[in-house]
């Protein structure tokens, strides 16, 4: 994805700071403190314009989200769907995917969500991919016991991929389909990339993978 510079969006976000959370990590065991109330947390790892998680929001007024995007010049257009709609239980943080831990506490998430992560095909960015098993370390040391990944792609090659690393890591699935717009798959929500590119006719991929129950 090719980024279109936005020299005023950090001001933007600085201007925002009930919408986008500044220095999240003072929050970090206390995102229910945040949302005053004790309800479950769902993320999104790479937010990008935001319909996702805003409609998601929308659709569960008794789950609280939050939208992650690394990108300033991104995450402005999260911000403007957050600002015109002013929903209570989503907040947005502006930080990189490899310092969760900074950020959440073990057991305070429940829900990840990977819409269209960049899939890093050369073999020496294998390491950036959001599905790569350093990552799901990470989330896991996030996550509540037996916490979820919902995964949705158009590339193949990721979705493959990502299928044998959630496999490798143990981890335990819930659903898989090949082609998600042709399936019997109620209740999903798009993001601009995923209606621009089936609207192409390209078929959409998604999985369900949850943590296995620690041993006691």
Not at 86 to 106: E, W, Y
Not at 114 to 141: A, C, G, I, M, V
Not at 184 to 203: A, D, H, I, L, R
Request: charged share 30%; hydrophobic share 35%; with cysteine.
């Amino acid at each position: 994805m090719r980024l279109r510079n936005k020299p005023w969006a950090k001001e933007k976000i600085a201007a925002y700071p009930q919408y986008i959370i500044p220095q999240p990590e003072r929050y970090k065991g206390r995102w229910r403190e945040l949302f005053s109330n004790d309800h479950p947390i769902h993320i999104e790892i790479g937010t990008g314009k935001g319909r996702f998680i805003t409609e998601m929001a929308k659709m569960n007024p008794n789950i609280n989200y939050i939208g992650i995007e690394l990108y300033e010049s991104v995450i402005v257009c999260a911000l403007d769907k957050l600002i015109e709609n002013d929903l209570p239980n989503l907040r947005l943080l502006n930080v990189n995917a490899k310092d969760l831990t900074n950020v959440f506490a073990k057991g305070e998430v429940e829900r990840i969500y990977l819409n269209f992560s960049d899939p890093w095909p050369k073999k020496r960015h294998e390491k950036r991919r959001l599905t790569y098993r350093s990552f799901l370390e990470l989330y896991e040391n996030i996550l509540v016991d037996e916490g979820e990944i919902h995964f949705k792609t158009d590339n193949r090659g990721l979705f493959e991929y990502s299928l044998v690393s959630f496999s490798q890591y143990g981890l335990v699935f819930q659903y898989v389909s090949l082609d998600l717009h042709r399936s019997n798959f109620e209740g999903n929500v798009m993001t601009e990339y995923e209606q621009k590119f089936s609207e192409k006719g390209n078929p959409i991929y998604r999985c369900e993978v949850k943590y296995r129950k620690p041993m006691s």
